[in-house]
């Protein structure tokens, strides 16, 4: 007897099924009067029933350890069926006595933006970098997200160079249509009339009837019209730009494109989707090592984007200061010229950081570029010009426009060096390579140029942390003294041509080409030379 309890004792508590069935009743009984289903349930479990609905909710905990949405409806009860029901992700498979694995959601794909550009670059230096319409985005979620009560909006129309407005709540994108749905907007907002309002989302606002001509128009509507339903859910904000007319060199794209670009998108650090509208493929991809360090996210081509995209908050439009310019005082986040060019030395991987005088009596010699034009403001006699500086002192890096239009290599060469000297026009934007406290040269080309030469090349460079000088070339080192007398305009009321328009302007004055006068041009060298040697 005593045998045969101890190995009674080794039975599972649960029995047998004989005994279950006759404890049922009893059990019931129980339940009945004292509404203790968690006992009912725990026995239960221990004869294996109930086992496919604990899974439901280890899939639920799972979904908030990972940060993933959760499926809608998925721990919902059908009372009269005693069985959970399951939408989407977990399918109970009652025939097979399983729950059906979760498919993987393309929401997973914000691990890779949560750990920073480093993590997407394999994505970024494929083919799908340059541009997507839904295939590739990390920082969307496949579900929908609960819309706030109401959406804010509030634009500004006041600046001579772009239009912006920023909303915030309820932001639905469709990039097809042009058009950004403001859904439920507040009281406090801007409330346009007819409830839409319409501008196109460029730094060109002044040359209305040129540049932004090739500008799309984008639409934001805060109507009560019933906007399309989402397709898409990002989890973070979104700016709408245009890349506007193609320009074809470093002055439009840094001044008008990646600076404005830089002090709307910025301080996401990174974690922002930029929409396109006029999307080029040539731009996006010359400037790819800026836009990867604005942007974790493959810019969007709005025109082609079928996607109804939704965002928490959407900046239609890019702020500017204008020209080569960023003022701290009107950058949300205090933003210097200075911040942004430690960003692109950074972006481009740049090594100098600053200039060090260079030991007149180590044998060393401080490195100048010298930007050389081709068929307008080209230097004529720029061999005795490389010599001139050569024989002061300087080891001379000759780039001409195959090098230049290289900025990834240029780049690098301007970095290398201590001073860039040119004629006026947009290689001289290059500076913004050189290292801190670094020099530019501008040659400014005759005509009464001068103020319009230091406002584009002159006036930015204090913000930058540059040095700048200039060399304002005479009536005798200008090659328009071949084309027109002593006694014409050109050179006895050169701003009587200005008065005639920018055209004029063009066509004479940025048409000319320049013979230095060696002996002077040599005299300004030396002066440079002293500036970044010591003894």
């Known amino acids: 007897m005593k045998a045969r309890r101890n190995e009674s004792s080794k039975k599972p508590r649960c029995g047998g099924a004989v005994a279950a069935w006759l404890l049922v009743p009893l059990l019931v009984l129980v339940v009945l009067k004292t509404g203790y289903l968690p006992q009912l349930t725990r026995h239960l479990e221990c004869a294996g029933i109930g086992q496919q609905q604990q899974r439901l909710p280890e899939i639920v905990n799972l979904q908030a350890e990972e940060g993933m949405p959760k499926t809608t409806g998925i721990a919902n009860l059908q009372a009269e069926e005693g069985t959970p029901k399951t939408t989407g992700i977990a399918n109970l498979q009652a025939e097979e006595g399983s729950v059906a694995e979760a498919p993987v959601s393309p929401a997973s794909s914000d691990k890779i933006a949560a750990d920073g550009a480093d993590a997407i670059k394999g994505v970024k230096d494929?083919?799908?970098?340059?541009?997507?319409?839904?295939?590739?985005?990390?920082?969307?979620?496949?579900?929908?997200?609960?819309?706030?009560?109401?959406?804010?909006?509030?634009?500004?129309?006041?600046?001579?160079?772009?239009?912006?407005?920023?909303?915030?709540?309820?932001?639905?994108?469709?990039?097809?249509?042009?058009?950004?749905?403001?859904?439920?907007?507040?009281?406090?907002?801007?409330?346009?009339?007819?409830?839409?309002?319409?501008?196109?989302?460029?730094?060109?606002?002044?040359?209305?009837?040129?540049?932004?001509?090739?500008?799309?128009?984008?639409?934001?509507?805060?109507?009560?019209?019933?906007?399309?339903?989402?397709?898409?859910?990002?989890?973070?904000?979104?700016?709408?730009?245009?890349?506007?007319?193609?320009?074809?060199?470093?002055?439009?794209?840094?001044?008008?494109?990646?600076?404005?670009?830089?002090?709307?998108?910025?301080?996401?650090?990174?974690?922002?989707?930029?929409?396109?509208?006029?999307?080029?493929?040539?731009?996006?991809s010359h400037y790819r090592h800026l836009i990867e360090a604005l942007s974790v996210y493959p810019v969007i081509d709005f025109d082609a984007d079928e996607a109804v995209r939704c965002f928490p908050s959407v900046h239609v439009g890019m702020e500017t200061h204008g020209e080569l310019r960023i003022d701290p005082a009107?950058?949300?986040?205090?933003?210097?010229?200075?911040?942004?060019?430690?960003?692109?030395?950074?972006?481009?991987?740049?090594?100098?950081?600053?200039?060090?005088?260079?030991?007149?009596?180590?044998?060393?010699?401080?490195?100048?570029?010298?930007?050389?034009?081709?068929?307008?403001?080209?230097?004529?006699?720029?061999?005795?010009?490389?010599?001139?500086?050569?024989?002061?002192?300087?080891?001379?890096?000759?780039?001409?426009p195959e090098l230049v239009g290289d900025t990834d290599r240029f780049a690098e060469v301007v970095n290398s060096c201590d001073v860039l000297v040119g004629v006026h026009g947009a290689g001289l934007t290059n500076m913004v390579f050189l290292p801190h406290n670094g020099t530019e040269l501008q040659i400014v080309p005759w005509g009464e140029l001068k103020f319009i030469a230091f406002q584009e090349y002159g006036r930015p460079l204090a913000d930058m942390g540059l040095r700048y000088l200039e060399y304002e070339a005479t009536a005798e080192e200008t090659t328009l003294k071949d084309v027109y007398p002593k006694d014409h305009a050109v050179f006895t009321d050169p701003l009587s041509i200005h008065k005639q328009g920018f055209d004029k302007v063009w066509s004479i004055f940025l048409g000319q080409n320049v013979t230095l006068d060696i002996g002077r041009f040599k005299g300004v060298m030396q002066q440079i030379y002293q500036s970044v040697t010591i003894t």
């Open 126 to 284: 494929g083919k799908n970098f340059l541009a997507i319409n839904g295939e590739i985005d990390s920082s969307s979620r496949s579900s929908d997200v609960a819309a706030p009560k109401s959406s804010k909006l509030t634009c500004d129309f006041s600046s001579r160079h772009t239009d912006i407005c920023a909303m915030e709540g309820d932001v639905r994108v469709h990039g097809k249509s042009g058009t950004v749905y403001v859904v439920a907007a507040s009281k406090e907002s801007y409330r346009p009339e007819n409830g839409t309002v319409t501008f196109r989302p460029f730094t060109r606002k002044y040359e209305e009837s040129s540049t932004m001509q090739m500008v799309r128009e984008v639409t934001i509507r805060t109507d009560d019209a019933a906007p399309p339903s989402c397709t898409v859910t990002h989890d973070v904000p979104a700016v709408v730009f245009s890349t506007g007319p193609d320009r074809g060199n470093i002055f439009h794209g840094l001044a008008d494109l990646i600076i404005p670009l830089y002090i709307t998108a910025r301080e996401y650090d990174g974690r922002v989707q930029l929409l396109a509208t006029g999307y080029q493929r040539q731009w996006i």
């Open 330 to 400: 009107l950058s949300r986040k205090g933003y210097t010229m200075r911040d942004f060019r430690d960003f692109l030395l950074s972006a481009y991987s740049l090594k100098r950081r600053w200039t060090t005088p260079v030991s007149r009596s180590s044998g060393q010699r401080p490195r100048l570029v010298m930007v050389l034009r081709r068929h307008s403001r080209e230097i004529t006699n720029e061999a005795e010009a490389i010599a001139a500086a050569t024989e002061v002192g300087f080891e001379v890096v000759a780039a001409g």
